[in-house]
């Protein structure tokens, strides 16, 4: 059990971590040869160039002006000073959203952190409960005096924690419901003044019925020409092209490694690199490198031709899924959000993703088999989740004292010593359980996608839905568990029943002091690792040395990476949870969490304006999960706190706590119905004014244009292609004039044709 003595250890090793990685990071940035690195976004917007393009070779590397040393931590205010006007310009409204999270999160805390130092923690220290209950073999420390668990049995100062419940929950969902307004506005205002893309015009349509007289592109040609006959412009066909896309991944690392050879003989020309061609390069027949890779290339691009006209021509090449466009953003709102036919299971719309978060591989999944994926994918989460517990609760229970006392007892005399017992009662913990959960997200990312999820974005929300459920069952309930019933399981069984829940009701409040060195451990020295990008700039500077070639070399060397929602906001739920739970239970956590999202925001702040540039612009369209997800935070402390007063002798207090998650309940289908709409549907009105506004600036706009090549898969737009491939599977058109399109059906032999023979379907290929 961790001391105060413990708790100052931990803070002080955590401390000077994040101190550390601070100061590395207010040093390193300032060097010139480091500026593509901590400065990445500003490179990639082209208003930001070498810091030294002249001089001397060593003031190209680094920074000799003592001045900027002096500043050193001039990035804090820049990173605090931009407006969040221009913040949503500058990085879209994906980031300064994510942001208001760890503002919501400071909202909530310091109000109920004030509230709960000024009410409860006099009302905890000058209670007698941890001396006259006198558990045997229950341990407790001077932290748990703060604590409810040194209120007396039967104490009529519960009351007190009971009525600051109440004052918890009225705030916190105040806060929410102002946020939930505000981001709603946030996200219409954004939508409307978003310049033309793509996916304003155009809707997937999954689940196509086949046909036998006539192909894919034909087909849903021919539904959208009868069904919206004003407002249809083209269509894109979703072509199965993944083995394709495989064959151009291995000729780019092909190439990577002949660039790398090349240049590496540019600088000695006095000897041909030669490479093995073995396992990895370790044996193996000897050969010259940029032969070899020259040859494998040429290989490759023979292959690659080949599987192009394979995938067109084929039948079974083609998926029963396209994009779809249309004239207006009014047309697409329209189909969208509409069932198509009688049969709800065919033709299914959907809003396309937008063009840069498309994730292709998953389109070529048989729209059938998305069902039983899904179930594959919960049992298998549900098996990972519960057993996952076991190696956590084992390697946790060796993270102690006791448990490293009875597997390595040689070690007693070491751990007896003070510095070294708070530092494994006060660090270990924590940074184990940091140390377990480091490979969980990319796990659950790969589970989505074998879902079939076809967009990032809805990728990121189910991984994250799922990391924020493992982290409420193992790191929250099972470290609880782990930590009180399976700890104090020799107390229980030499107790009488009646005695048991007292115990409980003692122990769970007193893991507070577990959660407290875990939130340092990750909040306090992991954010700060953070800002240094330690990995990326490793990566930067070899790619550098052994690559670079051009300015367009160097520019593809740097790494700014993004926001990783789906390993991220599960994270700060975690924080909503254990600050919600322990308010009334242990508010000495409570300024551990507030500095954790004031650090936090400051952190994610510079990283958005400076560094992270994301692949694509959701408008904020994850935020009811958020908004969700504190909801249940908030429920599950009512829940616990209900259970927590059943063992303090004031059961009568349950129906007075039982009205609060009824509430709490009440209040979010209450905000689910007045603004969760503007997240998932598209008001046609706002879609009109667009359109509308759109016709009188630019009369003349050639949209087809501008949409036709919107959705094609990557692997076909490489420059081998852009020429001879692409006029190839794009026919160009006058779809405006077309009024029906032309039909190869038995039954249809006499519709009318279109004024204009030559309208196509544009090919999108998979």
């Not at 034909?218 to 495989?246: C, I, K, R, S, W």
């Not at 207006?328 to 959907?350: D, F, M, S, Y």
């Not at 498309?358 to 048989?366: D, S």
């Not at 039909?743 to 032999?749: A, E, I, N, P, W």
Request: proline content about 5%; glycine content about 4%; hydrophobic content about 45%.
């Amino acid at each position: 059990m961790a001391t105060l003595s413990d708790i100052g250890v931990a803070a002080a090793i955590n401390i000077l971590s994040a101190l550390i990685f601070l100061l590395l990071f207010a040093i390193l940035r300032i060097q010139p040869i480091n500026d593509r690195v901590y400065f990445p976004k500003w490179y990639l917007k082209g208003l930001r160039s070498s810091p030294v393009t002249s001089g001397a070779f060593v003031s190209k590397i680094a920074n000799f002006d003592f001045r900027s040393y002096i500043r050193f931590l001039n990035w804090i205010p820049a990173a605090l000073k931009m407006p969040e006007s221009e913040l949503i310009n500058h990085a879209g409204l994906d980031s300064a959203v994510y942001l208001r999270i760890y503002l919501i999160g400071l909202k909530i805390f310091v109000p109920i952190a004030l509230l709960s130092w000024s009410v409860l923690v006099p009302v905890n220290w000058t209670s007698d409960g941890l001396q006259l209950i006198k558990l045997r073999n229950v341990t407790s420390s001077n932290i748990d005096k703060l604590s409810i668990s040194n209120v007396e049995y039967g104490s009529d100062r519960f009351w007190a924690h009971l009525v600051m419940e109440y004052a918890f929950t009225f705030w916190t969902c105040y806060v929410l419901m102002n946020e939930y307004e505000k981001v709603a506005s946030m996200r219409l205002a954004f939508l409307q003044s978003e310049k033309r893309r793509a996916d304003q015009f155009t809707v997937l349509v999954r689940n196509v019925p086949p046909d036998s007289h006539e192909s894919i592109s034909e087909n849903v040609e021919h539904f959208f020409m009868v069904n919206h006959p004003d407002h249809y412009l083209t269509n894109q066909v979703v072509y199965n092209a993944n083995e394709l896309a495989g064959l151009v991944e291995e000729k780019k690392q092909m190439q990577n490694w002949f660039d790398y050879y090349q240049l590496k003989y540019t600088r000695n020309k006095e000897q041909r690199p030669r490479v093995k061609l073995g396992f990895i390069g370790l044996w193996g027949k000897k050969v010259d490198a940029m032969d070899h890779y020259t040859a494998e290339i040429e290989k490759l691009s023979e292959q690659i031709m080949a599987e192009r006209k394979r995938v067109k021509k084929e039948e079974n090449g083609a998926m029963p899924a396209a994009f779809v466009s249309f004239k207006t953003r009014w047309g697409a709102a329209v189909c969208a959000q509409t069932q198509q036919t009688k049969n709800p299971t065919e033709w299914l719309t959907e809003w396309a993703p937008e063009a840069r978060e498309v994730y292709w591989p998953n389109l070529a999944m048989p729209y059938v088999s998305l069902t039983v994926r899904r179930l594959v994918m919960h049992v298998a989460f549900f098996f990972l989740t519960f057993f996952f517990i076991i190696p956590i609760a084992f390697v946790q229970s060796l993270a102690s004292i006791e448990g490293i006392q009875k597997s390595a007892p040689f070690l007693n005399t070491i751990i007896e010593k003070d510095f070294i017992k708070s530092l494994i009662q006060g660090f270990l913990p924590g940074i184990v359980l940091k140390l377990f959960l480091i490979f969980l997200p990319t796990i659950l990312m790969i589970m989505s996608k074998f879902e079939g999820f076809v967009s990032i974005s809805s990728l990121e929300r189910r991984a994250a839905f799922r990391y924020y459920l493992f982290n409420l069952v193992n790191v929250f309930l099972g470290s609880i568990i782990t930590g009180s019933a399976f700890e104090q399981l020799d107390s229980f069984l030499k107790q009488s029943a009646d005695q048991i829940p007292r115990t409980v009701g003692v122990a769970i409040p007193i893991k507070a002091t577990f959660f407290i060195t875990y939130i340092m451990v990750d909040g306090w020295a992991g954010v700060a690792g953070e800002i240094l990008r330690l990995k990326p700039f490793v990566v930067f500077h070899l790619k550098n040395f052994f690559l670079v070639k051009t300015e367009k070399d160097r520019e593809e060397a740097m790494d700014p990476g993004q926001i990783e929602f789906y390993a991220t906001e599960p994270r700060i739920q975690l924080y909503f949870l254990l600050g919600l739970v322990y308010a009334p239970v242990t508010p000495v956590l409570l300024p551990f969490i507030i500095f954790f999202f004031g650090f936090a925001y400051l952190i994610f702040r510079h990283q958005i304006i400076n560094v992270y540039n994301q692949e694509y612009e959701s408008a904020a369209a994850y935020w009811p999960d958020v908004h969700g997800r504190i909801i249940s935070a908030l429920i599950i402390s009512q829940i616990l706190l209900i259970g927590l007063m059943s063992t303090k002798g004031k059961a009568q207090s349950t129906p007075f706590l039982v009205i609060l998650p009824i509430l709490t309940i009440g209040f979010h289908r209450f905000c689910k119905g007045r603004y969760e709409s503007a997240f998932v549907v598209n008001p046609l009105q706002e879609a009109m004014i667009k359109d509308t506004l759109e016709r009188a600036r630019e009369p003349n706009l050639n949209l087809k244009g501008f949409l036709q090549k919107a959705y094609i898969h990557p692997v076909f737009k490489d420059e081998e292609c852009e020429d001879d491939q692409y006029e190839e599977l794009i026919e160009d058109s006058d779809d405006e004039n077309c009024v029906v399109v032309p039909t190869k059906r038995q039954s249809r032999r006499t519709t009318a044709t279109s004024r204009n023979p030559n309208c196509t379907d544009q090919a999108s290929v998979l």
